[in-house]
């Protein structure tokens, strides 16, 4: 498979940058005219001021999720830099502390489980014990944001390029899995809420991270709610949503190898999984490590004690997200 032309100053790819499908506007599957594309985006976003995140994939999710439009894809680059910018997501990756996290996963359980069949990285959420009044008195919803976005940047780095070199082949989506039992006609509007304003911040601000989302054991009349759910959704988003009564397993064991999925959901699987050995330290990590390198052009000290378990800690942490975190 042929790789992407690689950018010399915003393409620094250490995993494959070809997807396995040949798509139309995917990675290693462009024509001329997209290329050019790329080209007039990049171009226009640099002489606008843009340095950050004008990379060749980067400039290939935006157009996709834009029909290639550049204008378009344009407009939603500069509005997600700037959602970036005023919810500090760059600082916030490195920094944010979700002490209260084990307390809300008793009310929420969230966690990424190994891959699907494809490879990608499997995202499951039980919604059943979401209790917003008892959550909101262990954290906030400014709080549970924040939270839901550094698991995007995670995700983004360094899970995906870690399922891409374990793949052997570009990986730039994920597979998620709602658990829906024991949502009651009362939670509803609580699920519904959440689900919009997450959706929100996924389409806008991560284009083209979805790649299949599972709704199991939905209940009565949720698929009403769900209708009225995709009016936020674009159509190509849709498509990629399936929702499942309680006789969910056969499909979902056709997208996740059971070996793969929790014994909740039908699967074999009792603890959380990683693949430490494909994991590298994510940018994001990286740059804090620039910021603190010294100015002189003296030798630089040697590194403190320690030091070099609580990089090896910071990483664990962010590309395992083991069941139960």
């Known amino acids: 498979?042929?790789?992407?032309?690689?950018?010399?100053?915003?393409?620094?790819?250490?995993?494959?940058?070809?997807?396995?499908?040949?798509?139309?506007?995917?990675?290693?599957?462009?024509?001329?005219?997209?290329?050019?594309?790329?080209?007039?985006?990049?171009?226009?976003?640099?002489?606008?001021?843009?340095?950050?995140?004008?990379?060749?994939?980067?400039?290939?999710?935006?157009?996709?999720?834009?029909?290639?439009?550049?204008?378009?894809?344009?407009?939603?680059?500069?509005?997600?830099?700037?959602?970036?910018?005023?919810?500090?997501?760059?600082?916030?990756?490195?920094?944010?502390?979700?002490?209260?996290?084990?307390q809300v996963f008793e009310y929420y359980p969230q966690y990424y489980h190994k891959t699907d069949k494809d490879g990608r990285p499997v995202y499951?959420?039980?919604?059943?014990?979401?209790?917003?009044?008892?959550?909101?008195?262990?954290?906030?919803?400014?709080?549970?944001?924040?939270?839901?976005?550094?698991?995007?940047?995670?995700?983004?780095?360094?899970?995906?390029?870690?399922?891409?070199?374990?793949?052997?082949?570009l990986l730039e989506t994920c597979c998620s899995i709602m658990d829906l039992k024991g949502v009651g006609v009362t939670r509803v509007p609580s699920v519904y809420s959440y689900v919009k304003q997450a959706s929100a911040i996924s389409q806008n601000y991560y284009p083209e991270r979805l790649g299949k989302l599972y709704l199991v054991n939905a209940p009565w009349g949720f698929a009403s709610v769900f209708s009225v759910v995709k009016g936020f959704l674009d159509p190509v988003t849709v498509a990629k949503i399936h929702v499942l009564g309680t006789g969910y397993q056969n499909e979902l064991l056709g997208q996740v190898p059971k070996e793969n999925l929790p014994k909740s959901l039908g699967g074999t699987c009792e603890c959380g999984g990683s693949y430490p050995q494909w994991a590298k330290p994510p940018k994001w990590m990286q740059q804090t490590k620039t910021e603190e390198k010294p100015t002189s052009t003296t030798t630089a000290p040697e590194p403190q004690a320690g030091s070099e378990s609580k990089k090896a800690e910071g990483l664990a942490e962010a590309q395992q997200a083991p069941m139960g975190s």
């Open 1 to 102: 498979m042929a790789e992407i032309e690689k950018h010399p100053k915003y393409d620094d790819y250490d995993y494959p940058t070809t997807a396995p499908v040949k798509q139309s506007g995917h990675p290693g599957h462009t024509d001329k005219q997209q290329d050019a594309q790329v080209f007039m985006l990049r171009s226009q976003l640099e002489q606008a001021g843009y340095t950050e995140r004008l990379d060749t994939l980067s400039m290939l999710r935006f157009l996709r999720a834009r029909k290639f439009n550049v204008e378009h894809a344009k407009k939603m680059f500069i509005e997600c830099e700037q959602w970036r910018k005023d919810f500090g997501v760059d600082e916030l990756v490195r920094t944010f502390d979700y002490k209260e996290k084990p």
């Open 124 to 169: 499951i959420e039980h919604m059943g014990k979401i209790d917003l009044g008892a959550m909101y008195k262990i954290t906030t919803a400014e709080r549970m944001l924040q939270n839901l976005v550094v698991e995007y940047e995670k995700m983004t780095d360094p899970r995906l390029p870690a399922c891409s070199r374990k793949s052997g082949h």
